[in-house]
């Protein structure tokens, strides 16, 4: 094996790959969605620490969650963005 093999397998290689992505997505893409340098970044974060698998697992559960209408205002309380009216409605 070259020694141009092992320093690609490497895990500085791997650290090199994802900040010359990096730099590449930062010039060519837009600001649209998740860069995968990023997420390629957290993978390799969450290989190395423990907790961050669960924190990866958390925002991802956290993103497919729905809000639902009233979940956070007291009941019978509601907002109407559009007429610009509220009626909140105080417990006793």
Do not use: H, N, W
């Not at 997420?39 to 990866?56: S, V, W």
């Amino acid at each position: 094996m070259s020694l141009g093999f092992l320093f690609a397998m490497s895990l500085p290689a791997l650290v090199a790959a994802l900040f010359v992505l990096a730099v590449i997505e930062r010039f060519a893409r837009g600001k649209k969605g998740t860069p995968m340098a990023t997420a390629g970044i957290g993978e390799l974060g969450a290989t190395f620490e423990a907790g961050k698998r669960d924190e990866i697992e958390y925002r991802k559960e956290e993103r497919q969650l729905r809000d639902e209408e009233g979940d956070a205002a007291p009941p019978g309380s509601r907002v109407d963005l559009d007429g610009g009216t509220a009626v909140l409605k105080l417990p006793d």
